[in-house]
């Protein structure tokens, strides 16, 4: 069983809509992913948190999608405004260290946009 | 581009047999190799990793084979068994660099008894 709680596992979203999911780390993991896997089963990495500080994330995270890590509450990723084409599973991950360290993923938050 | 590529979505293989998974990558500063696998409804767990200092890592019936100069990784799984059966995603990173692990699109691991 995954100790990466994410929530919720399932949401659907009209165009144009807010998604936010969040994510509880493995007690410990200093470190936070997001990737997302389409439709091609491609696993797009969004972003990454150390702490509450992001490291790194792609373009159109950084223009479409709000993401936090808070100190003592969940992290959260929100589509801004949810397009048709962001219907995937979003799956956030933790690990001990920024590289070369094992990830754990959660189960994953699979969105519809209709 | 996709910077870590799994040209085969799908492998079938007899039980007992070998099974060879195959990755290609694209960044030749990549130095971090690793291969998670997948059951269906199930999140992506790490099998074994491998750093660029070695061209060889052994881990019961799995065996990861880097190749560096040919930007290339593969798994071994020896004695398949029907429960090796799931998608099996490799993946890299630049450790020195960015702290992403960069995945392929997985291969889908049939083994038939």
């Known amino acids: 069983n995954s100790k990466v709680i994410q929530t919720p596992r399932y949401l659907v979203k009209g165009q144009g809509q807010k998604a936010k999911m969040r994510c509880i780390p493995e007690?410990?993991?200093?470190?936070v992913f997001w990737y997302q896997q389409n439709k091609n089963n491609e696993f797009k990495f969004l972003i990454n948190?150390?702490?509450?500080?992001?490291?790194?994330q792609i373009d159109m995270t950084e223009k479409r999608f709000s993401a936090e890590c808070p100190s003592n509450s969940p992290c959260s990723l929100e589509i801004q405004s949810s397009e048709a084409g962001d219907s995937a599973l979003y799956l956030c991950?933790?690990?001990?260290?920024?590289?070369?360290?094992?990830?754990?993923f959660g189960e994953g938050s699979r969105l519809i946009v209709v | 581009g996709q910077q870590v590529k799994q040209s085969s979505p799908s492998l079938t293989v007899q039980e007992g047999g070998i099974s060879i998974l195959n990755c290609d990558y694209e960044?030749?500063?990549?130095?971090?190799f690793a291969w998670y696998k997948k059951y269906p409804d199930n999140s992506p767990t790490l099998l074994i990793s491998?750093?660029?200092?070695?061209d060889k890592r052994e881990d019961g019936r799995l065996t990861v084979f880097l190749n560096k100069s040919g930007k290339h990784f593969s798994l071994h799984i020896t004695a398949s068994q029907p429960e090796d059966t799931a998608v099996y995603l490799c993946?890299?990173?630049?450790?020195?660099?960015?702290?992403?692990?960069?995945f392929g699109e997985g291969t889908k691991l049939t083994v038939s008894s």
């Open positions: 991950a933790s690990s001990q260290g920024q590289t070369g360290n094992t990830l754990y």
């Open positions: 007690k410990g993991h200093p470190v």
């Open positions: 948190f150390q702490n509450q500080e992001v490291l790194q």
């Open positions: 960044n030749d500063m990549f130095d971090y």
């Open positions: 491998v750093r660029s200092n070695v």
């Open positions: 993946a890299a990173e630049n450790q020195g660099g960015s702290a992403k692990l960069i």
